[in-house]
């Protein structure tokens, strides 16, 4: 049995197999819309943006760690490098003290709650003296609304900050139980349809 999966444009997905249609609100993706977001790092009065997406409705894999010093200018597009340069340099934050709250903003004004989840991120890098610093910031939250969703860390340790460099992993959503039921219900009719073909044969 062949089901065809069709992308319609509010991207929920049907699935059609000899006539029994299925359809769900919650669009099962492997992978997430990560070019619809925009991302931003804020620390004391400065706030940059690390990602703009192209809005090109477009999936993949998003695990990337921005650098200054990346050889891959900022793109996005996915394929999303594992490594590329921020959109707005992170050099802004050096000569700050690192300690404090800091805090990372993940929008989608393009076509929100589509179920993408932030699965964590950290900020690493060197002070001056050459002391290195590594803080991971919470995860599993969902980072696709509009207005942006805000998660924070606080950095305990005080320096000034020589070189800092951002990692983070976004996730898209999971088949959902009632999407598989769904399915389920599907392949039953289908059964029962055909039962009913046969006997009227």
């Known amino acids: 049995m062949t089901f065809q999966f069709t992308r319609h444009p509010g991207r929920w997905l049907a699935a059609t197999a000899m006539g029994v249609v299925l359809t769900s609100a919650a669009a099962v993706v492997a992978d997430p819309f990560a070019s619809d977001l925009d991302i931003f790092l804020t620390h004391g009065n400065t706030t940059i943006q690390l990602f703009q997406g192209a809005q090109d409705d477009t999936q993949g ?31 802004n934050f050096d000569g700050q003290d690192l300690s404090g709250t800091w805090t990372l903003g993940i929008q989608d004004t393009f076509v929100p709650n589509e179920g993408d989840e932030l699965v964590g991120w950290r900020i690493f890098g060197t002070l001056v003296g050459n002391q290195t610093f590594n803080f991971d910031g919470p995860g599993a939250f969902n980072v696709d609304s509009d207005p942006a969703t805000e998660v924070s860390l606080f950095a305990a340790l ?44």
């Open 61 to 91: 894999l998003f695990n990337v760690t921005f650098d200054d010093e990346s050889v891959n200018p900022h793109t996005g597009s996915l394929p999303i490098p594992t490594e590329m340069q921020p959109l707005q340099l992170l050099s």
């Open 158 to 201: 005080q320096g000034e900050i020589a070189d800092i460099n951002v990692q983070l992993e976004i996730v898209g959503n999971v088949p959902e139980p009632a999407m598989l039921g769904l399915f389920g219900m599907g392949l039953a009719g289908l059964a029962l349809m055909r039962r009913r073909r046969n006997r009227d044969a």
